[in-house]
T-cell receptor
Framework: GESVGLHLPTLSVQEGDNSIINCAYS??????FIWYKQESGKGPQFIID?????DKRQGQRVTVLLNKTVKHLSLQIAATQPGDSAVYFC???????????FGTGTKLQVIP | ETGVTQTPRHLVMGMTNKKSLKCEQH?????MYWYKQSAKKPLELMFV???????ENNSVPSRFSPECPNSSHLFLHLHTLQPEDSALYLC??????????????FGPGTRLLVL
């Protein structure tokens, strides 16, 4: 199988519970952030984004929180399902897709 | 599935070989990207093309040579690679390189092993 997910911090949650995945970003001037999901054998998939002028954004079962004071980003997944098992990583942008820094990722394991 | 395809999916090459990775997007996008994903490191942006013009080269060694003949196709030509170049190479596309345009879509990647 693919090696994405090896040597990454792992979060194990029971099916139905809520998951919280955290990311510390580096550039205080970053103005846009994305959370990606990457399943084994696939490329990253956009989950949710947030701009720096916001501190919270909600999607379907997912919420992203942004704390610019401590340069922290979190992804909350409600009622976690087995299909949510994947590696999740954040990305911070400063001035478009060409100026991006990615996090190393967290592996989410959902226990049925 | 995402509208971005990559070939081959797996590639094994020696350090003296020359090979090419291919990416094709069927989304009508104008920007295309190459990324490198190593097992122990974050995703790294390598090259950006916008309207077939290279707009970013993130200090990538010259043994990696991109080519974008049109907005739908992107190649990454490889020659005299090193074992540390072994990684998953991901292609992506977006409507434009500015983040406030459409979402960026990734292909499934080419798993490269350099012996």
């Amino acid at each position: 199988g693919e090696s994405v997910g090896l040597h990454l911090p792992t979060l194990s949650v029971q099916e139905g519970d809520n998951s919280i995945i955290n990311c510390a970003y580096s550039n205080s001037a970053s103005d846009y952030f994305i959370w990606y999901k990457q399943e084994s054998g696939k490329g990253p998939q956009f989950i949710i984004d947030i701009r720096s002028n916001m501190d919270k954004r909600q999607g379907q079962r997912v919420t992203v929180l942004l704390n610019k004071t401590v340069k922290h980003l979190s992804l909350q997944i409600a009622a976690t399902q087995p299909g949510d098992s994947a590696v999740y990583f954040c990305a911070e942008f400063y001035g478009g897709y060409q100026k991006v820094t990615f996090g190393t990722g967290t592996k989410l394991q959902v226990i049925p | 599935e995402t509208g971005v395809t990559q070939t081959p999916r797996h590639l094994v090459m020696g350090m003296t070989n020359k090979k090419s990775l291919k990416c094709e997007q069927h989304l009508g996008h104008n920007a295309m990207y190459w990324y490198k994903q190593s097992a122990k490191k974050p995703l790294e942006l390598m090259f950006v093309y916008n309207f077939k013009e290279q707009t970013e080269n993130n200090s990538v060694p010259s043994r990696f040579s991109p080519e974008c003949p049109n907005s739908s196709h992107l190649f990454l030509h490889l020659h005299t690679l090193q074992p540390e170049d072994s990684a998953l190479y991901l292609c992506a596309s977006s409507q434009d390189q500015r983040e406030d345009q459409e979402t960026q879509y990734f292909g499934p990647g080419t798993r490269l092993l350099v012996l």
